[in-house]
């Protein structure tokens, strides 16, 4: 359902087929290296070495070590409140579109910790990116812009409501 690349690497979120690992250091002949059978649903993943996380739908989120590109190490798990659908990975913050919310969780050691949330009305939370102090997290109906300098108080900046139909990616 997304993919993120991280040097020769891709890390495919497949659905209810898990995540993949595909070497493209000869992207004439890509090959598959490794296969998580997640538990949920596979729907959005990010990296930001030497974190890999899986949005995993109703099964949260699930972090990975991959340090060491040959080996994908499984780390940490955390059960969000609703379904996952995408994560942005920077440092060791992980930004969660959770249905109706913008999580953010800090990953240290093993361990995911909950640092703080920012609720989304006006339809599901679909997707979300960040640059630099700004989340933006995208809706079935629009987008909304979020300070998250402060990760455990994120503050709404705007919505934007005026996408006609569905929105699925930002």
Known sequence: ERVAAEGDRLYIAAGGNGMYVVDVSNPSSPIGVFIFNSPGLAKGIDSDSPYLVLADADDGVQFFDISNPDT???RGLYDTPGLSWNVKVIGNLVYVADNDALQILSITGNYFYYKGQLPIT?????DIDVLGNTAYVLNVSGIT???VSASNSP???FYYA???GLC???
């Open 72 to 74: 994908v190490i499984t």
């Open 122 to 126: 006006d339809g599901q939370v679909k």
């Open 145 to 147: 812009s979020v300070d």
């Open 155 to 157: 503050d709404m900046l």
């Open 162 to 164: 005026t996408f006609t």
């Open 168 to 170: 699925a990616s930002v």
